[in-house]
Nanobody, 123 residues
Framework: QVQLVESGGGLVQAGGSQGLSCAAS??????????MGWFRQTPGKEREFVAA???????DYRDSVKGRFSISRDNAKNTTYLQMNSLRPEDTAVYYC???????????????WGQGTQVTVSS
């Protein structure tokens, strides 16, 4: 199990940039053994996969954010980042940091979730 705390959400204009951070506090094993990722949710919709980075630093993105969002991790700081550029109003959502064993998959809910941080993109 790993505790996750997101930061960096807020209000940004369309076309702007926003960075999110996720500080992890693993209780059972080292941070580098976790796959990390980001999901998001808007009211009335299911949570959807945004991006993931596994223990080998391989990355994956949903199609709508490819080329605009970038996920990274710093194992020395137990932190994962999501840099969001060219933001669109449809990116407005609560963004959740997630963690799972080695890899965050899009085919099953990740094991650990943060509390979420709101990102609002104004048009």
């Amino acid at each position: 199990q790993v505790q996750l705390v997101e930061s960096g959400g807020g209000l940004v204009q369309a076309g702007g940039s926003q960075g999110l951070s996720c500080a992890a506090s693993p209780s059972q094993r080292a941070f580098f053994t976790y796959g990390m990722g980001w999901f998001r949710q808007t009211p009335g919709k299911e949570r959807e996969f945004v991006a993931a980075i596994d223990y080998t630093f391989a990355t994956d993105y949903r199609d709508s954010v490819k080329g605009r969002f970038s996920i990274s991790r710093d194992n020395a700081k137990n932190t994962t980042y999501l840099q969001m550029n060219s933001l669109r109003p449809e990116d407005t959502a609560v963004y959740y940091c997630v963690a799972d064993d080695l890899v965050v998959l899009t085919t099953r809910p990740p094991k650990d979730w943060g509390q979420g941080t709101q990102v609002t993109v104004s048009s």
